[in-house]
């Protein structure tokens, strides 16, 4: 069993930043793959970046690309989310996940998930 915790939401104003950070702990932590989805009211779950537990590699929707970065420690159990230029639509909570395999995009294809941060972007 993996736990994941996530840290960092809150309120900003539009064209702020914020940094989430998500902690993995138990067995074999730092050998799956790490991703970002967050939820808005009533709106699906929707994929926002992943990076791979091996090489790091990382993808991101279309909607955050050159605004949002994510990143890891060297020991691979706590991953960061870097969030620029912060949009009223990007306001949901956000949720840390971690994945064996399967196609990064899906939520289906986590394992783990963190409990969610709450992320509200003010015009």
């Known amino acids: 069993q993996v736990q994941l915790v996530e840290s960092g939401g809150g309120l900003v104003q539009a064209g702020g930043s914020l940094r989430l950070s998500c902690t993995a702990s138990g067995p074999s932590a730092s050998t799956y793959s790490m991703g970002w989805f967050r939820q808005a009211p009533g709106k699906e779950r929707e994929f926002v970046t992943v990076i791979s537990w091996l090489r790091g590699i990382t993808n991101y929707a279309d909607s955050v690309k050159g605004r949002f970065t994510i990143s890891r420690d060297a020991a691979k159990t706590t991953v960061y989310l870097q969030m620029n230029s912060l949009k009223p639509e990007d306001t949901a909570v956000y949720y840390c996940?971690?994945?064996?395999?399967?196609?990064?995009?899906?939520?289906?294809?986590?394992?783990?998930w963190g409990q969610g941060t709450q992320v509200t972007v003010s015009s």
């Open positions: 996940a971690a994945s064996r395999a399967g196609t990064y995009y899906l939520p289906k294809n986590y394992n783990y």
